[in-house]
C-alpha cells in the first residue's frame, strides 16, 4: 500500500512547472493581442474577401484566447490549490488523484473515477 505524498512533495513536484505554463500562457496571449483586435471595415485598403479572411482569423485568435484564458484560470486555481493541502485531491471524493494523473496535468481536480462519473 503506497502513501500519499505530502503537500511539500508536491509543491516541490509542481511548483515550477506551473508557474512556467503560467508565464507561457500569459506570453501567448500578450503575444497574439493583435491578432484578436476587431477588423477594419474600410473597403478602400482591403477588399472584401481579403476582409473576410481577416474576421476568420481574428475569430479562430478569439477562440484561442478563449481556450488560453481557460488553462490560465485553472493553472492559477492549481497554484492556489498547490499552497494549501487541498492539490492532488479530488475535489469530488477526496481521494488521492494519482502522481500519473497530476504529472499528466497537474489542473486536474477530479480523480479517474470521479472524472468518468464512476463514482457519485
Same mark, same amino acid.
Given at each position: 500500500m503506497? =502513501?500519499?505524498? @505530502?503537500?511539500?512533495?508536491l509543491r516541490a513536484?509542481?511548483h /515550477?512547472?506551473?508557474?512556467?505554463?503560467?508565464? /507561457?500562457?500569459?506570453?501567448?496571449?500578450?503575444? @497574439?493581442?493583435?491578432?484578436?483586435?476587431?477588423?477594419?471595415?474600410?473597403?478602400q485598403?482591403?477588399?472584401?474577401?481579403?476582409?473576410? /479572411?481577416?474576421?476568420?482569423g481574428q475569430?479562430?485568435?478569439?477562440?484561442?484566447?478563449?481556450?488560453?484564458?481557460?488553462?490560465?484560470?485553472? =493553472?492559477?486555481?492549481?497554484?492556489?490549490?498547490?499552497?494549501?493541502?487541498?492539490?492532488?485531491?479530488?475535489a469530488?471524493c477526496?481521494?488521492?488523484i494519482?502522481?500519473?494523473?497530476l /504529472?499528466?496535468?497537474?489542473?486536474?481536480?477530479?480523480?479517474?473515477?470521479?472524472?468518468?462519473?464512476?463514482?457519485?
Amino acid at each position: 500500500m503506497s =502513501t500519499d505524498p @505530502t503537500p511539500e512533495a508536491l509543491r516541490a513536484r509542481y511548483h /515550477d512547472r506551473l508557474h512556467a505554463e503560467l508565464a /507561457d500562457l500569459l506570453r501567448a496571449s500578450s503575444d @497574439t493581442a493583435e491578432s484578436r483586435r476587431p477588423v477594419e471595415l474600410d473597403q478602400q485598403s482591403v477588399g472584401r474577401l481579403s476582409r473576410m /479572411d481577416a474576421m476568420q482569423g481574428q475569430a479562430m485568435a478569439a477562440a484561442g484566447e478563449s481556450r488560453r484564458q481557460a488553462r490560465i484560470s485553472g =493553472t492559477r486555481a492549481a497554484l492556489d490549490r498547490l499552497q494549501g493541502a487541498e492539490f492532488g485531491y479530488c475535489a469530488q471524493c477526496g481521494e488521492f488523484i494519482g502522481l500519473p494523473r497530476l /504529472d499528466l496535468d497537474p489542473r486536474v481536480q477530479r480523480c479517474i473515477a470521479c472524472a468518468g462519473g464512476g463514482r457519485r
